[in-house]
């Protein structure tokens, strides 16, 4: 029986790991929750975890009063996310959470030895060069969860040698405003932005689906999941989400991960490779489909894609700094504080500063600070 800590328990991917967990069979030893207490308080009475963690302070005092008749240990902070990431019994922390909170506890986690199943952009995106190093010293496994890394990485288990990959080509859905022009896009509110048409995802990973950023930073992890540069990893519209992602062999052979448009298959796979078990998720009828279309992606229309191969190939701090000023502007659009298309204009804005060179994961979180900032002045 695998021992799970998850961190991000109340999200959407969150959630459907404790689906997966729990058919399994997986001891949940650990949980992890932004501010939500009201269901992590059921998570824990259901799943019985020997400690929880809460970023939002006062939101942890609340809980550890909801809980007292448990005993379970409450942490709280970013001290309490680390602490428990590094909790010594577990088998795998799988990190879930959303936003730059995700990447202290990911090292964490791989510091204390556990391998770690992720779904966290921002550990890859904001501090790849220093997370991959550390996951090599330690010799933990970095397992992706999100669907389009899931895929290649399934479909590289057919590859017996890294020489034989040409490039990777990763699938995006086109979000609600694919065929949008740039006029369009500028009248559109956050609730046509959430209403993605094959994935149910949280707020701020469906609003960068809608922009095309979430296909940019993809583009930033596969080059550290997977060691390859830039250049070497395409994107393809497919609107159907069947093909979750693809590679091409230095033959002209590609080899492609088809499925229903259901996190559960990456989430399981990760949780319990190199074994594949059965799953709930119902079987792909491609009959059913009739047809699956592909589409060059609108790099005119949606600049994100290229504004995150521009941060990846400057290197340094610029992945940080572009994927801060996303998120924050995100927030605001969600608060309706700043129109759709503003968001990519200030990461655009972003790559025109210069952003000195880290030397540690202190400097990537100042970096991160100082950009989100300039989002709000």
Same mark, same amino acid.
């Given at each position: 029986?695998?021992?799970?800590?998850?961190?991000?328990?109340?999200?959407?991917?969150?959630?459907?790991?404790?689906?997966? =967990?729990?058919?399994?069979?997986?001891?949940?030893? !650990?949980?992890?929750?932004?501010?939500?207490? *009201?269901? #992590?308080?059921?998570?824990?009475?259901?799943?019985?975890?020997? /400690?929880?963690?809460?970023?939002?302070?006062?939101?942890?005092?609340? #809980?550890?009063?909801?809980? =007292?008749?448990?005993?379970?240990?409450?942490?709280? !902070?970013?001290?309490?996310?680390?602490?428990?990431?590094?909790?010594? *019994?577990?088998? /795998?922390?799988?990190?879930?959470?959303?936003?730059?909170?995700?990447?202290? &506890?990911?090292? @964490?986690?791989?510091?204390?030895?556990?391998?770690? +199943?992720?779904?966290?952009?921002?550990?890859?995106?904001?501090?790849?060069?220093?997370?991959?190093?550390?996951?090599?010293?330690?010799?933990?496994?970095?397992?992706?969860?999100?669907?389009?890394?899931? +895929?290649?990485?399934?479909?590289?288990?057919?590859?017996?040698?890294?020489?034989?990959?040409?490039? #990777?080509?990763?699938?995006?859905?086109?979000?609600?405003?694919?065929?949008?022009?740039?006029?369009?896009?500028?009248?559109?509110?956050?609730?046509? @932005?959430?209403?993605?048409?094959?994935?149910?995802? !949280? =707020?701020?990973?469906?609003?960068?689906?809608?922009?095309?950023?979430?296909? $940019?930073?993809?583009?930033?992890?596969?080059?550290?999941?997977?060691?390859? &540069?830039?250049?070497?990893?395409?994107?393809?519209?497919?609107?159907?989400?069947?093909?979750?992602?693809?590679?091409?062999?230095?033959?002209? +052979?590609?080899?492609?991960?088809? $499925?229903?448009?259901?996190?559960?298959?990456?989430?399981?796979?990760?949780?319990?490779?190199?074994?594949?078990?059965?799953? &709930?998720?119902?079987?792909?009828?491609? @009959?059913?489909?009739?047809?699956?279309?592909?589409?060059?992606?609108?790099?005119?229309?949606?600049?994100? /894609?290229?504004?995150?191969?521009?941060?990846?190939?400057?290197?340094?701090?610029?992945?940080?700094?572009?994927? +801060?000023?996303?998120?924050?502007?995100?927030?605001?659009?969600?608060?309706?504080?700043?129109?759709? /298309?503003?968001?990519?204009?200030?990461?655009? *804005?972003? #790559?025109?500063?210069?952003?000195?060179?880290?030397?540690?994961?202190?400097?990537?979180?100042?970096?991160?600070?100082?950009?989100?900032?300039?989002?709000?002045?």
């Amino acid at each position: 029986m695998k021992k799970l800590v998850l961190l991000g328990s109340t999200g959407s991917i969150g959630c459907q790991t404790l689906e997966v =967990a729990e058919a399994a069979g997986y001891e949940v030893i !650990g949980l992890a929750a932004g501010r939500q207490i *009201e269901p #992590l308080e059921q998570q824990i009475r259901r799943f019985h975890p020997k /400690m929880v963690a809460v970023y939002d302070e006062q939101a942890a005092k609340d #809980l550890k009063v909801r809980v =007292a008749d448990l005993p379970v240990t409450v942490l709280s !902070g970013m001290d309490g996310l680390c602490q428990l990431a590094a909790m010594p *019994e577990a088998d /795998m922390v799988l990190n879930s959470v959303v936003g730059m909170v995700g990447l202290l &506890p990911t090292l @964490a986690a791989v510091k204390a030895g556990h391998d770690v +199943a992720l779904a966290n952009k921002e550990t890859l995106v904001a501090g790849g060069e220093f997370v991959m190093n550390a996951v090599k010293k330690h010799g933990v496994r970095l397992l992706p969860v999100d669907s389009e890394h899931s +895929a290649i990485f399934q479909c590289l288990q057919g590859l017996p040698d890294p020489s034989m990959l040409r490039r #990777l080509i990763l699938t995006a859905s086109g979000g609600p405003f694919f065929g949008y022009t740039k006029d369009q896009l500028r009248q559109v509110t956050p609730k046509q @932005a959430l209403k993605h048409p094959n994935w149910s995802m !949280g =707020a701020k990973i469906t609003i960068d689906s809608a922009s095309m950023m979430n296909k $940019g930073l993809e583009i930033i992890e596969a080059r550290w999941l997977f060691d390859k &540069p830039a250049d070497e990893i395409d994107v393809v519209v497919h609107r159907e989400s069947i093909i979750h992602s693809l590679i091409e062999c230095v033959d002209g +052979a590609v080899l492609a991960q088809l $499925g229903e448009p259901d996190m559960r298959v990456p989430i399981q796979y990760a949780l319990t490779y190199p074994a594949r078990t059965p799953s &709930p998720v119902k079987p792909l009828d491609l @009959a059913a489909w009739n047809k699956l279309s592909f589409f060059a992606p609108d790099d005119d229309t949606f600049p994100a /894609m290229q504004l995150c191969r521009e941060a990846i190939t400057r290197g340094g701090a610029y992945p940080a700094a572009i994927n +801060a000023v996303n998120e924050q502007a995100v927030s605001l659009f969600l608060q309706e504080k700043i129109p759709f /298309m503003r968001i990519t204009e200030l990461v655009a *804005e972003t #790559l025109e500063k210069k952003i000195p060179v880290p030397s540690s994961v202190e400097d990537i979180l100042t970096v991160d600070r100082e950009m989100r900032a300039t989002v709000l002045k």
